[in-house]
């Protein structure tokens, strides 16, 4: 199976793709496309790996994902209704090569730049959802016009980077699949206790020669990563488990003692656990 690249069906010679996802999970390898995502979480709650970072994503979250850019979302995996994404696909030559570069276009340029980092939209969301939640009705030329103003509100609103660093080039087959166990396995265990030696071998590298070549592609350790993944899940516990101790919680996180994970946990959110469940509540 080649898991990048992921190819967005499209109906027809339509240049505006427009793709509702009901699914108990999202799609879960990490793959990219050639077309700009901007996607409208209607329903459901999980993880984004994107770039260098994992971010969390929830219910009324406004995501873009800039072009060929390498991602995953992971849904949480207690999921009992199913989680629903409406998406908008485009590239920047789908309405011909000239079209962004029209004076009514201008300042679209930041837009781009933005979205290769991918970005989070934090102000305007109720027009954006709205905007979004007219999408399915709409006639082809109701939808284009609709894009426009979404990506007119995208311009005007605060956003803030899903990422500080993406892996440029292009991945081989053999690395995207590489790259797609590596994270699924992580995803799948993190709560355990993985070594490196265990995922130089899913990833059917020498230990030595994984550290770098994952280093080379996250510009992070996996140990961060993995980290940090830990960390975010731990986020969503202290929020939605409040009948759970911290100590509990760090062990569901696959930490193996308390202090361990109070001082990660202070190093990634500026805060203790305690406090951060706190300020959630």
Known sequence: ?????????????????????????????????????????????????????INDYREGDILVIGEHVPHVFRSDDNAIDKSIMYTLFFT????????????????????????????????????????????????RIERLASFLQILDLIQQS?????????????YTDIEGKRMSDVYQYTLDHFQENITLDTIAEIANMTKNAFCRYFKRRTNKTFLQFLIELRIEHACKLLYKEKELSVAAISELCGFQNIANFNRKFKELKHTTPSQYRLHVA
């Open 1 to 53: 199976m080649k898991v990048l690249p992921f190819k967005i069906p499209k109906p027809g010679k339509e240049a505006l793709v427009y793709q509702e996802d009901h699914e108990l999970k999202f799609y879960d390898k990490l793959h990219e496309h050639e077309e700009i995502q901007i996607s409208y979480i209607a329903k459901g709650s999980g993880n984004l790996i994107l770039g260098d970072t």
């Open 158 to 170: 605060d956003k803030t980077p899903l990422s500080s660093f993406v892996y440029h080039k292009k």
């Open 92 to 139: 920047k030559n789908s309405f011909g090569k000239e079209f962004f570069k029209l004076t009514e276009m201008s300042g679209i340029d930041s837009f781009f730049d933005e979205a290769e980092y991918g970005m989070k939209i934090e102000t305007n969301t109720e027009s954006l959802i709205r905007k979004f939640s007219k999408l399915k009705h709409q006639s």
